[in-house]
């Protein structure tokens, strides 16, 4: 192993190289317009209560509204969905829903059509983690739908398993 390599670094870089699914975390303000953005900082937190963690960055369009979301749903996209990965990645935020087949789900949130899996959450607790808000949801409610998932590495998209 080449220390100095390892030494030198970055964590973006060492982060980059660690493969990570693709999720769209997403709320809506009662029954308005959609928000939300691409996540790939999400995890399973606990079984017992059911919990998932999300880092969101303060400088995301959609930070403030979705830290103040009593819910919002995460899908986890499918292999074929980097369309919508880039799509919820760039500027501007608004109009990210605009012709995307999406359908709400039963706390309100918006769950992206083809997704390989929804998870509906209601918001448990917000932390704070350095330039980023740790947001901790209970889920309330998830369907698996069986498709291959999409994954990201070294700055690329591709679909794991198939």
Not at 148 to 154: G, I, S, T
């Amino acid at each position: 192993m080449d220390q100095q390599t390892d030494r030198d670094a970055s964590l973006r870089e060492v982060m980059s190289s660690y493969p990570t699914g693709v999720t769209i975390v997403a709320a809506r303000e009662g029954e308005g317009e959609p928000f939300g953005l691409t996540v790939n900082s999400f995890t399973s937190l606990s079984l017992d209560p059911p919990l998932v963690l999300l880092c969101i960055g303060h400088s995301s369009a959609s930070h403030d509204r979705l830290i103040a979301s009593k819910a919002f749903s995460v899908s986890l996209l499918a292999g074929d969905q980097g369309a919508i990965a880039d799509r919820f990645a760039t500027d501007p935020s608004e109009g990210r829903f605009h012709e995307l087949d999406w359908a709400a789900g039963l706390l309100g949130a918006p769950l992206i059509g083809g997704a390989m899996a929804w998870l509906e959450c209601s918001r448990h607790e917000v932390l704070a983690g350095g330039d980023h808000s740790i947001l901790i949801g209970r889920v309330e409610h998830s369907v698996v739908t069986g498709r291959n998932a999409l994954v990201y590495q070294r700055g690329r998209l591709s679909s794991l398993g198939g």
